[in-house]
């Protein structure tokens, strides 16, 4: 009789055997290649050289230079908004940022995006009417209501 864990590894197999194929599509090449390509571009390569070595390699990888560069990019940008996410997920300290009910109790601030907007209209110089003043007020100098004759 075969174990739980047999029959998880006879399962998974086949998945680990992906590892060891070549990707289907560029961006997936790409993607798999990125951290080469990214210490050799650290390393004072050009992004062009990276290519031209790529193509001299054989087929795995028959792209213009063009669109080496956007592949490139596209999964470049790909890693950056993950990272961010988990980065935000956690905060740049990596303790999960608190909500605003957990603020109450713990006391700690939750992220305010417009803070800088804020800031900076706050410290605006020079006149600013925001409208906010009543109609009334601003005519007649007092609250009150002018009583409309019937």
């Not at 798999?32 to 062009?48: F, N, V, Y």
């Not at 939750?110 to 907007?117: E, G, K």
Request: aromatic share 8%; net charge positive.
């Amino acid at each position: 009789m075969a174990t739980v864990k047999d029959s998880w590894q006879e399962a998974i197999a086949p998945i680990k055997a992906l590892r060891t194929e070549a990707p289907a599509t560029k961006t997936g090449f790409i993607r798999r290649a990125l951290p080469e390509i990214e210490q050799a571009l650290a390393e004072g390569h050009s992004l062009k050289m990276v290519w031209q070595r790529f193509r001299d390699g054989g087929e795995l990888l028959d792209v213009q230079y063009k669109h080496f560069c956007t592949y490139v990019g596209r999964v470049r940008s790909r890693q950056k908004r993950i990272a961010a996410a988990k980065s935000e997920e956690l905060g740049s300290s990596g303790i999960k940022l608190a909500t605003e009910k957990e603020a109450s109790t713990t006391g700690l601030v939750p992220h305010d995006p417009l803070v800088n907007w804020r800031r900076v209209e706050a410290s605006r110089p020079g006149f600013h009417y925001r409208g906010t003043e009543d109609l009334e007020e601003l005519v007649y100098g007092d609250k009150r209501k002018r009583q409309k004759p019937h």
